[in-house]
């Protein structure tokens, strides 16, 4: 269990990390623990570097003095004043002047009855007796918006009006993907297919980098062509890997939750009733024709309600566009592992004294088969660090990194080449688990 909660302790730190503004809420809710956990971890973790695990770690539970239990006539009386407030006051009191009237209580004095010393005691005794009223839930701001340019929305729209083939493909037979820019609400570049999979979705994103240059950040969701695993939780795939090394930060969104790529749902929305169930493409180039048309409508004629549009067209509300970041014509291909320093994992050691990770086998120890341990990424001195009971194994070199710079095309079909395979384990997994 140790293991598992040092992961879930550095999951906090990566989120504390990427998101400093969050509430201890939204923190709880990304992690998986409570808002309790978080206040605790997040105040250790403040204090601490990125690089020092031991705070991870965790710390004896004992507690140094038992606390003596409050007696029930002190506790009647907390609740006897709440309730019913001395009369000169004249307002409903808190713990503090609970507890200087309690400390008025001769009676109580007299027989020796230990008194709370600190408010959280008496929060404590009233939140049990139900004495305090709680607030409503907030109700949620919407997320401020970033400027144009900085961050896309991309996804993959279901062309539904488009038959299945007899002896082919049964849903998805055509699919448009779409990048929506966030900050004005544009649509960046709709590409209609009949073929995407984990590698022709790389290329066309390829390609339209190449011609539009590189924003920030892409939200994106946890189809398998992006991220491999809809659980996304080993080393980066392809998809992302091939973003950050181009200087653009990959945000996934959590499972089931298309609200969080909002910008790019909506659009699907719109094209869906203003122009797929109007126009019923029944095949490939009926939806290019009919999609061009509507994406140039959309962005030069149609009003966007949005708040940043004042209900005009997004390109008539901005008529000139940030220039991006081109597409530069060398690339480091292991630029993507600086983002995984502070990384932890959890892995089970198989028979045979190794782990996995990402593709890779690491071998460990044979005497350490059957072990659960923590391995540490190291992006810095790009290597693995191996935890058992909080004390260092193994350090292991990172494998298959290229150790060099690459043309971009060269690196494009090295991410392809991977895409290809990730697709593949992706579909056998589906074919043989159903």
């Known amino acids: 269990?140790?293991?598992e909660w040092i992961v879930d302790r550095s999951k906090l730190r990566e989120v504390w990390f990427e998101h400093p503004n969050w509430s201890r809420k939204k923190m709880a809710?990304?992690?998986?623990?409570s808002e309790a956990w978080v206040r605790k971890w997040l105040k250790r973790i403040r204090q601490a570097s990125l690089e020092d695990r031991e705070v991870?770690?965790?710390?004896?539970?004992?507690?140094?003095?038992?606390?003596?239990?409050?007696?029930?006539?002190?506790v009647n009386k907390i609740l006897d004043i709440r309730d019913h407030p001395p009369q000169p006051l004249g307002r409903v009191p808190g713990p503090l002047t609970i507890m200087y009237y309690l400390s008025k209580e001769q009676a109580l004095i007299d027989k020796g009855a230990k008194l709370p010393s600190s408010t959280?005691?008496?929060?404590?005794?009233?939140?049990?007796?139900?004495?305090?009223?709680r607030p409503l839930a907030p109700i949620a701001e919407p997320e401020e918006r970033p400027a144009p340019g900085v961050e896309w929305g991309m996804d993959f729209h279901d062309v539904s009006t488009v038959p299945s083939e007899p002896e082919g493909k049964q849903q998805h037979v055509v699919e448009i993907l779409n990048l929506v820019d966030h900050g004005s609400s544009a649509v960046v570049a709709s590409e209609p297919a009949s073929d995407y999979n984990a590698e022709t979705a790389l290329r066309t994103v390829a390609d339209i980098l190449q011609e539009t240059g590189c924003p920030d950040r892409i939200r994106l969701d946890r189809d398998t062509r992006w991220v491999g695993?809809?659980?996304a939780k080993d080393f980066p795939s392809p998809m992302l890997r091939f973003l950050q090394c181009l200087g653009i930060e990959p945000r996934v969104c959590p499972p089931r939750h298309p609200e969080k790529n909002p910008f790019v749902e909506r659009y699907?929305?719109?094209?869906?009733?203003?122009?797929?169930?109007v126009e019923h493409p029944t095949d490939l180039p009926n939806t290019v024709e009919v999609n061009?048309?509507?994406?140039?409508f959309y962005n030069f004629e149609r009003p966007n309600q949005a708040i940043t549009c004042g209900n005009q067209p997004p390109h008539v509300k901005f008529p000139e566009m940030p220039d991006l970041t081109r597409v530069l014509e060398t690339v480091d291909p292991d630029r993507w592992l600086m983002a995984q320093t502070g990384k932890t994992y959890k892995r089970k050691v198989d028979s045979k004294g190794c782990f996995q990770l990402g593709n890779q086998t690491y071998y460990v120890q044979q005497s350490r088969r059957g072990q659960v341990v923590v391995i540490w990424v190291d992006g810095q001195k790009r290597t693995l660090n191996v935890y058992k009971d909080k004390v260092v194994i193994k350090t292991l070199p990172i494998k298959g990194l290229q150790n060099?710079?690459?043309?971009?095309?060269?690196?494009?079909?090295?991410?392809?080449k991977e895409a290809i395979s990730a697709w593949r384990k992706v579909q056998h997994r589906a074919v043989r688990y159903g």
């Not at 049990?128 to 009223?133: S, T």
């Not at 060099?404 to 392809?416: I, S």
């Open 229 to 231: 695993s809809w659980t």
């Open 292 to 296: 061009k048309h509507y994406v140039q």
């Open 56 to 74: 991870l770690n965790g710390r004896s539970r004992v507690p140094h003095k038992l606390p003596s239990s409050i007696a029930e006539e002190v």
């Open 404 to 416: 060099c710079t690459m043309r971009f095309r060269e690196y494009l079909d090295l991410m392809c």
């Open 1 to 3: 269990m140790e293991e």
């Open 29 to 33: 809710k990304e992690v998986g623990r």
């Open 268 to 277: 699907h929305r719109n094209f869906k009733y203003e122009c797929q169930l």
């Open 120 to 133: 959280s005691t008496v929060w404590k005794i009233l939140d049990k007796h139900h004495g305090i009223p």
